[in-house]
């Protein structure tokens, strides 16, 4: 692994990681992780080749190296469970491709592209080794925008395991019928009316799922406290959608917090269940910057927002490791509205007073590595404190680029390490469209200069 020292105008020097590719680049970061148990790898976009790249990387040697039991990614529970069960070899799909094929919900790149193929290959070829189903690592979703998929699941696990739960439940939410969609005609019928309201049904539903628990799981067996926990996760969706949904009409720190304490309670909820055999269940977590890095250190924090990185800190002060990813120019795939196709996008160079700006300058300037990593712990004096940061979703607008996609923040106290990747590419859909693969034209187009 490559070590490079730089001396910034400051005067100040570092110690860089270098990423060149190999099995060893990231033993230092192994070795930061150590007995950790909980580890949050985030990304600056929702689509960077780049990003799933190295998180994956990281992943596989969190698995192999350190044991992680699952990873628990930015995903509703009930499509990530698909997957969850082919890469334990419960499912009936043949590959990878048709184990993604419930994430047909906007933006379906983020999960249905190239780099999780692979990833997910790659997990059920390491879980084929192993006869026992505990020795298997799971992959499990945290967020909670499937409210309609959940309450179709919880119906569904019942109809098998007590059909006359199954009516009950289907009675229950039925409340929401006269609200087509997935819950944003809801947000608005609540906006309207504030007696309007099926939280009463959701909670119903959620502590009837609870009560029959123990006739439930007398059919025996791992698998089948498993699938109990599926459903009841959804149920539990289910009520943290409904709170959602009414939270929209409110503004956006409510609905921010809500789902984020939400994934964050997911992922409690994971490691209490893998807890029952594993003692000290380790969880991998990817989700974005924003969600991953603590949000005490960044402008957000100071008007209300709340991060699942942050939440983990607070419960697991030393059992958390908060991972980032920078970057400063090169391709993105994003949209450029909500529910809009799938856009090949230029990443427009870094601002000025930026981390990205910062660490592209250290490579320019001293010869760096364009791809490595700093434990920023271990480098709190040196890093600059207070800068612009970016971060792109699945919408990227660089025509607003500084009030649509940049804060300020510490990066030193909102992460444990950063990856910086000075240039990056575009990750590949699956379904490709044909704005995609056009893609956008060059700064100099039409001059060619």
């Not at 409210?147 to 009675?171: G, I």
Request: with cysteine; charged share 25%.
């Amino acid at each position: 692994m490559a070590t490079t020292t730089w001396t910034k105008r400051t005067g100040r020097s570092d110690a860089l990681e270098g990423i060149a590719g190999s099995r060893g680049d990231y033993d230092g970061l192994i070795e930061l992780v150590g007995d950790r148990r909980i580890v949050l790898i985030g990304e600056a976009s929702h689509g960077t080749h780049e990003f799933y790249r190295e998180r994956a990387r990281i992943t596989m040697r969190l698995i192999d190296e350190l044991g992680f039991d699952a990873v628990a990614v930015e995903a509703d529970w009930p499509d990530a469970y698909r997957v969850n069960r082919f890469v334990q070899g419960r499912s009936d799909d043949p590959d990878p491709v048709a184990a993604l094929g419930d994430f047909t919900r906007f933006p379906a790149w983020m999960w249905r592209n190239g780099d999780v193929v692979q990833f997910v290959h790659w997990l059920r070829e390491r879980n084929d080794a192993y006869a026992d189903p505990r020795d298997k690592v799971g992959f499990f979703g945290l967020d909670l925008y499937s409210m309609r998929a959940s309450m179709e699941a919880v119906v569904a696990y019942l109809s098998w395991a007590d059909p006359q739960a199954a009516a009950a439940a289907r009675e229950r939410y039925a409340c929401f019928d006269m609200f087509p969609g997935n819950g944003h005609h809801y947000a608005h019928a609540a906006g309207q009316d504030p007696l309007i309201s099926c939280e009463e049904e959701v909670v119903a539903a959620l502590i009837d799922l609870h009560q029959r628990k123990a006739a439930i799981l007398a059919q025996d067996g791992w698998l089948a406290e498993d699938e109990y926990f599926f459903a009841e996760q959804n149920a539990r969706l289910v009520l943290s959608a409904e709170h959602y949904y009414r939270q929209m009409v409110h503004g956006q720190v409510s609905s921010w917090n809500l789902r984020d304490r939400h994934m964050a309670n997911t992922l409690e909820s994971l490691l209490v269940h893998l807890n029952r055999d594993q003692g000290h269940a380790k969880v991998v977590v990817w989700a974005h910057n924003s969600h991953v890095g603590d949000a005490r250190a960044t402008e957000l924090g100071r008007r209300g927002e709340l991060t699942v990185g942050q939440v983990v800190r607070q419960r697991h002060p030393r059992d958390a490791c908060c991972i980032g990813f920078t970057t400063h120019h090169g391709r993105v795939t994003a949209a450029s509205e909500w529910g809009a196709p799938a856009e090949r996008k230029r990443v427009r160079p870094a601002l000025d007073h930026s981390y990205e700006r910062y660490f592209h300058e250290i490579v320019v300037d001293s010869g760096a590595q364009p791809a490595f990593w700093i434990p920023t712990d271990r480098n709190r004096m040196s890093l600059p404190t207070n800068l612009l940061q970016r971060a792109i979703g699945v919408v990227y607008r660089p025509e607003t680029e500084r009030t649509s996609h940049w804060f300020h923040a510490d990066l030193a106290r909102q992460f444990d390490a950063v990856i910086h990747l000075d240039e990056t590419s575009a990750l590949t859909p699956l379904e490709r469209t044909p704005l995609w693969e056009m893609g956008e034209p060059p700064e100099t187009y039409p001059t060619g200069l």
